[in-house]
């Protein structure tokens, strides 16, 4: 995976939990400094956490999945970033607003990090550097929910909906790359 490749990912990564952060910025009003990194912390820390899961079990099973792997990850990526472009053309009002407590927070950031751990299966399917890719997506991850929570109560829901489209473009886009690299269809 390229330097370019992996940055790409990690923001891709990181716009549903940017989304949700400016969702928790909205309800702190005006969230402090100090907030805003511990948001962050969270969302990036569980970031980091999931695509080394999903890239466990994706190790796993790769004796069994190993001459087609380059579809499972073009199909998982795909699933991925069609499903992050739905929810970036919804027209509903994500933001809710609910006291703010740590078990919430924890609960918002896995939510948000379910998709990195199909990343991270998909990613042992092509042999990528999973250390790399998760600190790249934790880095992304708690600097983008850091931004989106002091940014909330200013940008609220308009921001959140192009992030997720563009996470979801790219993310396409390197399934699609994936596919080019390992068949001739392209």
Known sequence: MTPIT????????????????????????????????????VFGIIEAITPVLGWAAGKVSQQYVQAWDHWVAFILLSIIGLHMIYAGLKKEDKIAH?????????????ATSIDAMAVGASLAFIDANIIATSLAIGLATTLMASMGTLLGHKLGNFVGHWAELIGGVVLIGIGLA???????IF
Not at 12 to 36: C, N, Q, V, W, Y
Not at 98 to 110: E, F, H, V, Y
Not at 178 to 184: E, G, P, R, S
């Open 6 to 41: 992996l940055l790409l990912l990690a923001i891709s990564m990181s716009a549903d939990a940017f989304a949700a952060s400016i969702s928790k910025g909205t309800e702190l009003k005006k969230p402090k400094f100090r907030h805003a990194i511990g948001i962050g912390l």
């Open 98 to 110: 609910r006291t703010q407590t740590l078990w919430l927070l924890i609960l918002t950031a896995t």
């Open 178 to 184: 994936v596919l080019a690299k390992h068949t001739a």
